[in-house]
């Protein structure tokens, strides 16, 4: 019989201490996936995939090296080890890498609260493609499309065990199932596409296949026709579709890891208004199943709530042990980590406060302007926060759509578009980052 992943985490952590490291961690992760592509109505693809794989850190002195395998025997858990600890002993001083103090530790070692992990249903290949097909055909259904580019449907587990040298034991199961189409209208060389697609932890809070694939085709359809915008300083109003990549460039800004290489246009920011006043932007790694909740971080810290944006005010920075240290500050739980590579901070759970007003009041108060639904590329600098990208959507005057449009470059200044900007009310609940439509006040909009 195969060792549990806590088992075999236990094991790896002992045979690093007795093989020289100072302190270790070890994290272990099984997984599970499966997806069915459906094209034309007829099956195109099914991958699934099954894997353990197991991460071993470990520090001497000052020195950390990380290195993971997918070979769970004992001839590589001894390799890895020793693997792991002459690459510490090569690798230069970082006085900042430690372990947690025990008494800095979660008393929480799992995720039952949480609610992460549906186990009533384990979907077979024939309901997945089933599902995917369903999807094709809602979308196929919509007057004017002409065709499909695919649609998916997946479904996914996994177990992780953390265990460390300081005494963590923690470890907890997620799932997620998930169902998107694209849909394509027009032919030739007038043709639009767009997509719709959902996850969710648990089965029954997925939405319909056939809504998901309409929602598809409706987009795409909407999109038909598109022209180019007139060039110029306008208003933009960011659709609740993207409006979250504006809230993840403030937050690589204030990640630890920015912060203290000084590459960031936040750093100096602290205590300072950053969003309009009324607004916060508060993170909750703890709410019921949402994919990015965690009972604790990757270093073992209990996650909690908390407020980085306090009535438009930045509140904090998002770090880990390693950022906190050289900042003189205290983690704020947000380490996180893959196998292969040690903690690094980063924000899960976010939502931005929303307003009394609908996406259309925003669009009647902006008056003439852009309706932004999708965005390609990016050049965002990182020291000074200029912003363009690449973006399609839909014209507006006198606040109501008059046609879409594509191939339009937006650019500002993120400073003054975070600083400036409205939100709606239309926020998805169910999302990990909770943020609505965003009226920015004005951008430069040119042809691509």
Not at 94 to 115: F, G, I, K, M, V
Request: one cysteine or more; glycine letters at 8%.
């Amino acid at each position: 019989m195969s060792e549990t992943l806590q088992q075999l985490s236990e094991h790896t952590l002992e045979r690093a201490l007795k093989a020289g490291a100072d302190q270790a961690d070890v994290l272990a992760v099984n997984g599970i996936a499966e997806e069915v592509d459906v094209l034309g109505e007829k099956l195109e693809k099914i991958e699934r995939s099954e894997g353990r794989d197991i991460g071993l850190r470990v520090i001497v002195g000052a020195r950390q090296a990380c290195v993971s395998v997918s070979d769970s025997s004992e001839r590589a858990i001894n390799d890895m080890v020793e693997r792991a600890l002459a690459m510490a002993k090569a690798a230069p001083d970082d006085p900042n890498c430690h372990l947690a103090e025990p008494d800095q530790l979660s008393a929480t070692r799992d995720a039952d609260a949480l609610d992460l992990y549906d186990d009533s249903q384990v979907p077979t290949t024939d309901a997945l493609k089933e599902n995917a097909l369903e999807a094709e055909a809602a979308a196929l259904a919509v007057d004017d499309v002409t065709k499909t580019q695919g649609a998916s449907a997946s479904y996914s587990t996994t177990e992780i065990f953390m265990a460390a040298s300081n005494g963590f034991r923690g470890g907890y199961k997620r799932s997620g199932f998930s169902t998107s189409c694209v849909a394509i209208a027009g032919n030739g060389l007038e043709m639009e596409r767009d997509w719709a697609g959902e996850m969710r932890v648990f089965q029954d809070d997925l939405p319909a296949a056939e809504e998901i694939g309409t929602l598809a085709g409706k987009r795409a359809v909407e999109r038909f026709g598109a022209n180019r915008a007139p060039m110029g300083s306008y208003p933009v109003l960011f659709d609740e579709r993207i409006s979250s990549t504006l809230i993840g460039h403030l937050l690589s800004a204030i990640n630890g890891a920015s912060i203290t290489r000084g590459s960031s246009w936040l750093k100096e920011d602290l205590g300072q208004k950053i969003l309009p006043s009324g607004l916060d932007l508060i993170e909750d790694p703890l709410r019921p199943r949402i994919s990015g909740s965690k009972p604790f971080d990757a270093e073992g810290l209990a996650t909690t709530k908390r407020k980085i944006i306090d009535d438009g005010v930045l509140a904090g920075w998002t770090l880990d042990l390693s950022t906190a240290r050289q900042l003189e500050m205290h983690s704020t739980a947000n380490a996180g980590r893959g196998v292969s590579s040690p903690p690094s901070p980063g924000a899960g759970n976010i939502a931005l406060t929303q307003s009394a007003n609908s996406k259309a009041d925003l669009m009647a108060q902006m008056g003439t302007g852009l309706l932004v639904t999708s965005l390609i590329g990016s050049t965002i600098n990182p020291n000074t926060g200029d912003y363009s990208r690449g973006a399609s959507g839909f014209w507006v005057e006198n606040g109501e759509i008059t046609y879409p449009v594509n191939e339009i470059t937006i650019a500002a200044n993120l400073r003054d578009m975070l600083g400036h900007m409205q939100p709606a009310n239309d926020a998805r609940m169910h999302l990990s980052r909770v943020i609505p439509s965003l009226l920015v006040e004005s951008m430069i909009i040119a042809s691509s």
